[in-house]
């Protein structure tokens, strides 16, 4: 089973001042074991066709993962930010699936 090592991204909104809240974006390393590995190509209606990744990464939980995992929003890997698309826990790891390229950054 291949190994990676990167980072999950977690997006909270806050309260940063009264009455104004803003999200804050807290990125953590982890080493993942690589379950699946598929790529596909979506057509749209853009210039560009939209590249999908449906990777599948499992990774064990933490304390911080565990009080966070509703928090995921991208997973970096090969030098890309994927949106997370999907989150399964079974415990004690969790199965991460990918899904487009995420923007937010």
Do not use: C, H
């Amino acid at each position: 089973m291949e190994k990676y090592y990167g980072t999950i991204g977690f997006i909270r909104t806050e309260e940063t001042l009264p009455s104004v809240w803003s999200e804050v974006t807290t990125e953590k390393k982890y080493q993942f074991n690589i379950l699946k590995k598929a790529y596909k190509i979506e057509s749209s209606d853009s210039l560009n066709d939209n590249f999908i990744v449906s990777n599948q990464f499992s990774v064990l939980i933490d304390p911080f993962l565990k009080e966070n995992l509703s928090y995921i929003r991208y997973l970096e890997f090969m030098g890309v930010f994927w949106k997370v698309s999907n989150v399964e826990i079974i415990y004690p790891r969790i199965t991460i699936t990918l899904g487009g390229v995420y923007n937010g950054k």
